[in-house]
């Protein structure tokens, strides 16, 4: 598995994994989820958790795909550049377009809101952006010391960040004050060394058929069962509120090792042919898809547009039929906001290239891609 190139295969989980955000973002944002310390909650309510608990891998597999990759790469701040200025471009074209459209919903237009748009890193208009833009920076360091540790030292390494930073969370019946619920470069930083562990020297227990799979189900499904059981605790004894969602945290264990499974059960997926190749020309707008349907502009108003308004609220009964309704809805909701976003970033790229093009024949801007080249070069592998 860490020698392997399967680019087919993990550019189509790359697909899946955006859809997966996609569908956690229709829910919580569009009022499907109900709240976890409400009295009752219908089937819909316990069928939109069921969903959130098998989707809530979907951001650690995102960045373990960029770890695996990442890992065997160099620095570049042409890269780096590049994808600041799409974060910048998206998010000042389109919170502008929702401010003066009058589309923005739950969000404050003033001067916060704009200088959000202008300085979308460090004001954390995106926070997975932000977490993995510093991520990225920190790569010079981060990544020679991958790349040059041994298998032991690594597995050590890896180790402690994991107890550090997720299982001790994991296991500790109270909130520890410096948990950030995984929101943060740091917990990026432990899943990024877990993949550069896997990318190098693998696992064979997940290398074998199935248990990939295995260990994505049955860990989405402890982490569905895990919050109930907290749930039914605090409405026993009115203990343990602050800690009611903690299995369905990005740096709790469950959802971690349910994202290592769905990667190790993608790894295994042989894809050939036109399908590969389509799936080669989608994989890499998805990020646009993210940066469209979470921009402060239009952040709360896209899952009505939807249909969110129309599907089964989380307090209603209605079996099976409510059941089917927030599936159907969730999903088509999902592949249609995921396509919207991968022709977007589509209709950007080839609006860049052709400016890059333009500009290509400007002797100050062919000077400034020169020096950048040669920046590039500085971390490149001697």
Partial sequence: M??????????????????MVVVLHYLGKGGLLPELTAESFGTAGTAAWLLEAFCIVAVNVYMFISGYFLCTSHFK???????????????????????LTGVVAETSVDTHYFLTLLFPVNMGHYWFMTAYFFCYLLLPLVG???????????????SVLLVTF???????PFRLEMDAKGYDCLWYLCVFAAAAYVRRFGVPFLEKKGRGL???????????????LLRQLYLRTGSLGRMVGMCMEYNHILPFLAAVGLFAA????????????????IAPYTLGV??????????????????????????????VTAVAVLFAATLAAAVC?????????????????????????NRLYSRLTRKLAEADGLFADR
Avoid at 81 to 89: F, K
Avoid at 299 to 318: C, D, F, H, I, M
Wanted: charged share 15%.
């Fill in 266 to 281: 993608f790894c295994r997926i042989q894809i050939h042919g036109k399908i590969a190749s389509v799936i080669e020309k």
């Fill in 2 to 19: 860490a020698e392997k190139k399967r680019l087919a295969n993990l550019e189509l989980l790359r697909c899946v994994a955006m859809l």
């Fill in 144 to 158: 020679s010391a991958l790349k040059r540790m041994t298998k032991g030292q690594l597995q050590c390494a890896v």
């Fill in 166 to 172: 997720c299982v001790s969370k994991s296991v500790l």
């Fill in 214 to 228: 295995l260990l994505y189900v049955s860990c989405s499904l402890m982490a569905f069962g895990g919050t109930l």
């Fill in 337 to 361: 906001m995921f396509t919207c976003g991968v022709l977007t970033d589509m209709v950007r790229a080839g609006m860049a290239k052709g400016i890059h093009h333009v500009l290509s024949r």
């Fill in 290 to 319: 993210y940066l469209l349907h979470e921009n402060l502009g239009l952040r709360y108003t896209w899952q009505n547009w939807l249909g969110a308004g129309s599907v089964p609220k989380p307090e209603a009964s209605g079996g």
């Fill in 77 to 99: 701040l042409s890269r780096l550049l590049r994808l600041l200025g799409q974060v910048w471009l998206y998010s000042v074209v389109f919170g502008l377009v929702g401010a």
